[in-house]
């Protein structure tokens, strides 16, 4: 068990007049249903935040919400690829260039529930429609205190949209593919009820560059369909119940026939919130998931791995109580918990008579229980122009039950692994500072530190995309962060803000794809990844028009000794130096929007040898809302309108693309 440190130690003593001053209460109003959690804390002040609004979320071309997040300065997947042309197990996402394989070093959250995959820990960013989204906050930096592990990289707070009335939409595309979005919400009470659904369909474009084709390529096919539930109902004079309920299923398929790759989930959380005195927010969730994915030989376009099944569970909840401590302190204690276990089970063929090779099983749990205290003081005597924060967390985590069995066809044993059970302590923290020496400026400073645990798909599930085969690896130990970074917000007015941040952090531990042979990787415990950076971020708007802008810069690189010390000095793989979004909109009335978006995203490795760079791709987008007649606009969209080869992978000189020029057209109706 690890200690605390002297500055865990000055946090308490910190926080101690917060308790001896807890006062006995203040008003209680009644409350009005939102559907949302407790107001931001003072703390939010002090890190590097990005909002994004209704309309930049609304006015992706792809409609696709990895899109809009990629208006964020830092956001990355580990592949360039979206959510219809890549394998969904691939669709990690993190923040400041701290990749480097396909899980999520990101915590994702809609309405406070985490959204990654149990087993695999990617997000299914297909089931979250944008258009059922009211706003997306990305805080980078480690995560520590109320957000818990995972969030080692920053924290992606998806809120939903209270529907009133009915909206929906149908868009077709030049490739005949189609898009159909519906949500409902209506007053229950004196709560609210809403239903949103989405059904997207098609056949895809080539993913393979024509000199590459063979007989037996095949376009990026996508069938999927999520829906959505939320109620809002109040409990007494200032408590809000939330229930909500997401289903979704997803087909793909990729590069060859028979490839094909299917992902479906059912979620459901219930959620208290109380608004008085002592304010609190109580969550407990469930997530039953499954995955499957067929694997065609590269050579022979014959299947060589039935991926068939791999359920997966996860559990949780949370609970954050605010005391009343005066208006100068808001202080924050909580404990959560989640679980996630969950098995693959895969069967292997010969490429050349297509006999049963191998029966594989494997899988485990994966737990962790976390206890948290923050608090921001606001002196008083400053006017509230000071904001002290300050957070301390403490986590159990523990892998049990680990196991990978591999059989032959008779049934006899080829291989077997049974992972010993392991559970440790691990402390967090994160502190930081923001101050206000005039309305227009604010200086802020912030440190942290963050946990991450393997995903049972690290530790138990070996992977082929033929003919590379990547290892999984039983012992591979926790990614642990630290880190700080210094920043500057300037907002001359109302309708302009600019945004500078400059950052520091280092992953511990950090697990990837070691390259060991061309053929061969393993999932391993790096000594370390460190990036450093800028990022920089503008709004602004002037009478119709509004600008909306970021820019990145990281220079990452893995830390490398031992096994590793090839390695050293590299940069981590599918890490780009920069990174860029503008967007600029004119929007002269209402219901009218037309807007331009350029995205840029730097070179970057295709593994960690460095061998193959994949080049630099720079992408515009066109988005135009025009009215109709009474509620009814006309929607237009052009992704990639320049039709950038936008190279998503090189394996051995096996190239996929992202997504060619794609126009969309269609109808909207708000009421």
Known sequence: ?????????????????????AQDGGDENIIIVTGQG?????????????????????????????????????????????????????????????????????????????????????????????????????????GSGPFGAGALSGTIELESANASGLAASALINDRAETELSASYGAELGAGFAAVHGRWDRGKGFFTTPTDQRVPATARARFDSWSTGLRVAVPVGDTVELQARGLFFDDSRTLRFDGADSRHQGQDASVRLVGKGAWQFDALAYVQARNFANEVISSTR???????????????????????PVGDAHTLRIGVDYRKSDGELQEESFSAFTGALGERRRG??????VGV??????????????LVLTGGLRADRTSITGGFYRAVDAAGALVQETIAEDRSDWSVSWRGGAAYQP????????A????????????????????????????????ERLRGFELGADF??????????????????????????TPTLRQRQNLPAISTQGIEAGIKAKLGAFRFDGSLGFTDAEIEGEGASLALDSNRPPQVPRWSGSARLAWQPADRWTLAATLRHTGAQFEDDSEAVALPAATTLDLFAEIPLLRQFSLIARAENITNEDVVTRNSGGAIDLGAPRTLWLGVQLRR
Do not use: H
């Open 363 to 368: 899988g485990g749990t994966n737990s962790d």
């Open 1 to 21: 068990m690890k200690t605390p440190s002297y500055s865990a130690v000055a946090f308490l003593a910190f926080c101690a007049p917060s308790y001896l001053n």
């Open 491 to 516: 907002t001359p007015s109302d309708d302009v803000s600019f945004a500078l941040t400059a950052f520091d952090n280092r992953v511990k531990n950090a697990i990837a794809n070691v390259t060991l």
């Open 301 to 323: 376009f014959v299947r060589v791995l039935d991926q068939r099944n791999t359920p997966s569970t996860g559990i949780g909840g949370k609970l954050e109580i605010r005391p």
């Open 447 to 478: 440190a942290y530190t963050g946990l991450r645990l393997p995903t049972l798909n690290e530790l138990y599930r070996p992977f082929v995309i033929f003919p590379i085969v990547t290892q999984a690896n039983a012992e591979l130990e926790n």
């Open 372 to 385: 948290f205290i923050e608090n921001d003081w606001t002196p008083q005597a400053l006017g509230g122009g």
């Open 438 to 445: 005039a309305d227009t400026v604010k200086l802020r400073a």
């Open 38 to 142: 407790l107001e931001d804390a003072p703390s939010t002040a002090a890190y590097a935040v990005t909002d994004l609004d209704r309309e930049v979320i609304e006015g992706a071309a792809s409609g696709r919400l990895e899109d809009v997040l990629r208006n964020v300065a830092g956001f990355q997947q580990f592949r360039r690829s979206d959510s219809r042309s890549s394998n969904p197990s691939a669709q990690g996402v993190t923040l400041r260039g701290l990749g480097g394989n396909a899980s999520s070093r990101a915590l994702v959250l809609l309405d406070g529930v985490p959204m990654a995959d149990p087993f695999f820990g990617y997000i299914p960013f297909s089931a979250i429609d944008p258009a059922g989204l009211a706003s997306v906050r990305v805080t980078r930096g480690g």
